[in-house]
């Protein structure tokens, strides 16, 4: 605390708990103790284990950082620096789009899931606020895309694009059907990405195809004016949200870190901080399913 309380009023301290396994505590740790060692830090004010668990009590809780701060003798200065070195540490470990295309050809898949979201931000100043709100969502945010396999396995998010950015166009901006197609993949979109297949019919040569590009985008099928649906095509789009819906848990099973509930630290630590995120979800989901 930076004053100290007037008498009869000291903080009131009390135990929560972190629905996280130990190996994830053990992990991040061992992140933290190896950086230690190669900066030759001498002291700290917590231990690699006590820094992990206040990192991951403020990504999973999102609990004020002064009040855990508080909690643990240091102050919120403290604590943001904790969780920015942590989130760089665990983000440098996570899976890179061409190591993921690749190991997915090489296991013989032939669909990827392709999804984007919004995180929530708080308004922002100036020129940013107008880039960074979300006409779709009501809410200022940041747009981020992410690629998931049929079970919902969230295999690799995208850098944070601002809030008014559209899901195909975010897609289009990072090259990703290009990208996919490099390695045999066709892309599983739902109705914001209609249109993505205008792409492929708009592209004459293709030096993957040798001539025009073969390439398939899937897309359920949308209603036009005068132009209902047919039966058919209601029963196609059915089954193909049965398909996606995996997508939904991918992303759920991301924000179950309520730092993502709506995001107070600078944008600019938005992408790190996903990516970190993501590798706790992993670590997390291969823990327990190596439970005996």
Not at 257 to 262: A, E, G, P
Request: hydrophobic letters at 40%; charged letters at 25%.
């Amino acid at each position: 605390m930076s004053q100290s309380p007037a008498e009869g009023f000291g903080p009131i301290s009390y135990q929560v708990t972190l629905p996280l396994s130990r190996q994830t505590l053990s992990m991040v740790a061992d992140l933290i103790r190896t950086r230690r060692r190669r900066l030759r830090s001498r002291w700290r004010k917590a231990t690699p284990a006590g820094q992990a668990l206040v990192v991951l009590a403020v990504l999973r809780h999102d609990q004020r950082l002064a009040h855990i701060g508080a909690g643990q003798g240091v102050s919120a200065a403290t604590v943001r620096r904790w969780v920015l070195e942590v989130i760089t540490l665990l983000a440098a470990r996570a899976a890179r789009l061409d190591r993921v295309l690749h190991r997915l050809a090489t296991a013989g898949a032939a669909v990827v899931l392709v999804d984007g979201t919004l995180i929530r931000t708080r308004r922002r100043t100036g020129r940013a606020n107008r880039a960074h709100y979300s006409g779709k969502h009501k809410h200022h945010g940041l747009v981020v895309l992410a690629l998931t396999d049929e079970t919902g396995r969230i295999l690799w998010v995208s850098a944070t694009l601002p809030g008014r950015t559209a899901d195909i166009t975010a897609a289009r901006r990072l090259r990703l059907r290009e990208r996919l197609h490099a390695h045999d993949l066709t892309p599983a979109a739902d109705k914001g990405f209609h249109g993505w297949h205008k792409d492929v019919r708009d592209t004459r040569t293709c030096h993957r195809c040798g001539g025009a590009c073969e390439q398939i985008v899937l897309t359920p099928y949308k209603a036009e004016a005068n132009r209902p649906l047919t039966k058919a095509q209601q029963q196609a789009n059915a089954a193909f949200s049965a398909m996606r819906c995996a997508v939904e848990g991918g992303f759920a099973a991301l924000k179950t870190w309520r730092i993502l509930d709506k995001l107070r630290m600078h944008p600019r630590h938005a992408t790190t901080l996903l990516r970190a995120l993501l590798v706790l979800t992993h670590h997390e989901q291969t823990a327990r399913t190596n439970q005996p």
